[in-house]
């Protein structure tokens, strides 16, 4: 008798001794398998007469399954709205619609804080904010997916899509050495922030070896007054000739004190850098040399993920790390 019951990608995954995700990733696009691995998987699919769902044929609601919960701290900060526009667009063209949600500096994500946006149907959660580990595994358990932005924690659960921080602070510790800088300044984020931790970890590890270099730290908390306040510090220690700014906000505001309280000349007698390359950096009154993060790209990746998730809830997380560019302006030479 002729069985006309159509092959799925569970059949498949049973014939050729795979996971159903990575029956999934060999029919996505771009996404990440072993020749092997597609080479058993195309076979099975042969045999069955398997026909992969394209991503036309997945049903996006757009008032129940296409909501996604963007989670951001620093609302007030001018690289986070940049951020939310680029995800916006994004994810609007994948089809999504995005929920906006703000956290508390050093506030940690738990299912309690986030409860009453729950009962909107998310289909995922992005997130710049940490998590707690069990507030993880009830997104899980809801088939709501989670994804941290721009941040990498130990959860083995989630995915992510980050900027390496770490290699960025080396970029402009890498810079200063070349351009034999030997007292230098570094105005940090707030205590425990990831990204500063991680692109002042860099930075530092840089000069390990380098002896003839000293380093001097002040706070300066991701705001303009913080970094106004932190060169002034600084700047008592005569002979600095460099400064790194962990972002672009508090590097505006160390420009400005050097402009309005010195006759340091920039970049003249000192050499500034900041990190992200918000909008404000190419601005002719900063034009501030800046670690670029491509948001762009990485927003794209936010929603790659999340259309896998939706193809496969059982796709296994995927951690992404972009490399972030030194573009130089005129706080350099």
């Not at 972009?322 to 030479?333: A, E, H, M």
């Given at each position: 008798?002729?069985?006309?019951?159509?092959?799925?990608?569970?059949?498949?995954?049973?014939?050729?001794?795979?996971?159903?995700?990575?029956?999934?990733?060999?029919?996505?696009?771009?996404?990440?398998?072993?020749?092997?691995?597609?080479?058993?998987?195309?076979?099975?699919?042969?045999?069955?007469?398997?026909?992969?769902?394209?991503?036309?044929?997945?049903?996006?609601?757009?008032?129940?399954?296409?909501?996604?919960?963007?989670?951001?701290?620093?609302?007030?900060?001018?690289?986070?709205?940049?951020?939310?526009?680029?995800?916006?667009?994004?994810?609007?063209?994948?089809?999504?619609?995005?929920?906006?949600?703000?956290?508390?500096?050093?506030?940690?994500?738990?299912?309690?804080?986030?409860?009453?946006?729950?009962?909107?149907?998310?289909?995922?959660?992005?997130?710049?904010?940490?998590?707690?580990?069990?507030?993880?595994?009830?997104?899980?358990?809801?088939?709501?997916?989670?994804?941290?932005?721009?941040?990498?924690?130990?959860?083995?659960?989630?995915?992510?899509?980050?900027?390496?921080?770490?290699?960025?602070?080396?970029?402009?510790?890498?810079?200063?050495?070349?351009?034999?800088?030997?007292?230098?300044?570094?105005?940090?984020?707030?205590?425990?922030?990831?990204?500063?931790?991680?692109?002042?970890?860099?930075?530092?590890?840089?000069?390990?070896?380098?002896?003839?270099?000293?380093?001097?730290?002040?706070?300066?908390?991701?705001?303009?007054?913080?970094?106004?306040?932190?060169?002034?510090?600084?700047?008592?220690?005569?002979?600095?000739?460099?400064?790194?700014?962990?972002?672009?906000?508090?590097?505006?505001?160390?420009?400005?004190?050097?402009?309005?309280?010195?006759t340091i000349k920039i970049p003249k007698d000192l050499e500034l850098i900041g990190y992200d390359d918000i909008s404000m950096s190419h601005w002719k009154s900063y034009d501030l040399t800046t670690v670029r993060q491509p948001i762009r790209q990485m927003s794209k990746l936010v929603t790659q993920l999340v259309d896998d998730y939706i193809k496969d809830p059982d796709y296994e997380s995927v951690k992404h790390i972009?490399?972030?560019?030194?573009?130089?302006?005129?706080?350099?030479?």
């Open positions: 008798m002729k069985n006309d019951k159509t092959a799925t990608s569970q059949d498949v995954a049973k014939l050729a001794g795979v996971s159903q995700s990575a029956v999934s990733r060999c029919f996505t696009k771009g996404a990440s398998i072993s020749s092997r691995t597609k080479l058993r998987v195309l076979e099975a699919a042969k045999k069955l007469k398997y026909k992969a769902p394209s991503i036309s044929n997945i049903n996006i609601s757009t008032e129940d399954s296409g909501l996604v919960g963007v989670i951001l701290p620093y609302v007030t900060s001018r690289y986070y709205p940049e951020v939310l526009t680029e995800l916006h667009e994004a994810l609007k063209i994948g089809g999504y619609r995005i929920l906006l949600i703000t956290t508390d500096d050093g506030e940690e994500l738990d299912e309690k804080l986030v409860q009453p946006y729950l009962k909107e149907k998310l289909i995922a959660i992005v997130s710049a904010t940490k998590p707690t580990e069990s507030f993880v595994e009830s997104c899980n358990l809801k088939r709501i997916q989670f994804i941290a932005y721009n941040r990498s924690w130990d959860i083995p659960t989630l995915s992510s899509v980050a900027c390496d921080h770490k290699n960025g602070g080396e970029m402009v510790a890498e810079y200063f050495i070349k351009n034999k800088h030997t007292k230098i300044g570094m105005i940090e984020g707030p205590k425990g922030s990831f990204v500063s931790d991680q692109r002042i970890k860099g930075f530092k590890t840089f000069f390990k070896n380098n002896k003839n270099t000293k380093l001097y730290s002040e706070k300066g908390f991701f705001t303009y007054d913080g970094g106004f306040q932190a060169a002034q510090k600084i700047l008592k220690n005569k002979g600095i000739s460099a400064i790194f700014c962990a972002d672009d906000t508090m590097a505006f505001g160390c420009l400005d004190y050097i402009k309005q309280n010195t972009v490399q972030g560019s030194l573009i130089k302006r005129k706080t350099t030479r």
